[in-house]
């Protein structure tokens, strides 16, 4: 069975850094693509970046220059690096796996979802 397990998440102040992991099971990450987005109560799910199975990243602009996203294939995990956190950056955080090439923005394009980390960041 093909899971998706986040970690990592909590409070933060602005300026803070913070790093969730998503680790996977019942499949290899590195073969697909993998995404984190986050969701506020009574929004939708936003995109917030993506890395394809090359390894290319791509990130939502309101966090470029700020997070990271990278794998560790050899934890079949993936990990977004918070930095210079912002309160605006408080939300549930999700992962999402799809398989293919190609990392798409919209969430019903994902095939697996982990149930979600809350990060907060005070002021």
């Known amino acids: 069975q093909e899971t998706l397990l986040e970690s990592g998440g909590g409070s933060a102040q602005t300026g803070g850094s913070l790093r969730l992991s998503c680790t996977a099971s019942g499949f290899i990450a590195s073969h697909w693509c993998m995404a984190w987005f986050h969701q506020d109560p009574g929004k939708e799910r936003e995109w917030v970046g993506s890395?394809?199975?090359?390894?290319?990243?791509t990130l939502a602009d309101s966090v470029k220059g700020r997070f990271t996203l990278y794998r560790d294939n050899s934890k079949n995990t993936l990990h977004l690096q918070m930095n210079s956190l912002r309160p605006e950056d408080t939300s549930m955080y999700y992962c999402a796996a799809t398989l293919g090439m190609i990392c798409y923005v919209n969430d019903y394009q994902y095939n697996y979802w982990g149930r979600g980390t809350q990060v907060t960041v005070s002021s």
């Open positions: 890395v394809t199975t090359d390894g290319t990243t």
